[in-house]
């Protein structure tokens, strides 16, 4: 069952539920492709609980133990019935979601909660109309802590320290922020960050702080440059 399919039905089941014979169980299938500790993780299956208590068990959840894509085929595969929620970030599939690029800007804000108030605003009043993810019914979008600078090179003091360098970033607006900085932009998968660290493939990445402990990578850093607002903002869409 798709997560438009069961969005319209859990609409009528409750509609009903006073009038008419307790519905037959459904199980949403949760996929993610982070570790199990992770936020986003824990996010789904915490929003699933959830659902869970108030539907008095009707719907429950189902978390694969490993996820049915790779992170940029995640929204296709959430579209295509292979798992009813999951998290994508629009960012790993180059030109193919532009307007949310506006959650993407450096200086957007401190934390998570304020600039996700507002990017969840802006899409509900600006963006959703344009269909962008067309095929899905968008529970929330969201992004994480502000993107800061880490890597294993040296302190950056200025940012023609940053020249060079090889950088890890997720995509879209992020990519371009770190092409203008002097950087060699790295688009890869968050969950790749530890690997293309720990060899050299890769000199840093811009990431949010909890990603720093999420993805293992505490050990790993040496240098870290703290932007006031965020020197990008790395966000996610929950689907």
Not at 100 to 119: I, K, Q
Not at 206 to 225: R, Y
Request: charged residues 20%.
């Amino acid at each position: 069952m798709s997560v438009k399919r069961f969005a319209v039905s859990a609409a009528v089941a409750m509609g009903l539920c006073a009038a008419a014979p307790a519905p037959a169980q459904t199980t949403l299938t949760l996929s993610s492709w982070v570790p199990p500790q992770h936020l986003l993780t824990r996010a789904i299956v915490d929003w699933a609980k959830e659902i869970e208590k108030a539907t008095n068990g009707r719907v429950k959840y189902n978390l694969v133990p490993k996820a049915v894509a790779s992170p940029p085929g995640t929204f296709d595969a959430v579209r295509d019935g292979l798992a009813d929620i999951s998290s994508a970030v629009d960012g790993y599939t180059p030109g193919r979601f532009v307007l949310t690029r506006v959650a993407e800007f450096p200086l957007l804000g401190d934390t998570s909660t304020e600039v996700s108030v507002g990017y969840q605003r802006i899409h509900e009043r600006r963006l959703a109309r344009f269909e962008e993810h067309k095929g899905v019914k968008v529970l929330a979008v969201f992004t994480h802590g502000p993107g800061q600078i880490y890597n294993t090179k040296r302190p950056i003091k200025s940012v023609g320290d940053l020249a060079g360098l090889k950088i890890r970033v997720g995509g879209g607006m992020v990519n371009e922020v770190a092409k203008a900085l002097g950087t060699n932009a790295l688009l890869k998968p968050a969950p790749e960050s530890y690997e293309i660290i720990s060899t050299g493939v890769a000199d840093g990445l811009f990431f949010p702080a909890e990603a720093i402990v999420s993805f293992k990578l505490v050990d790993l850093i040496k240098h870290v440059t703290l932007v006031p607002g965020g020197s990008t903002t790395p966000r996610s869409r929950s689907s």
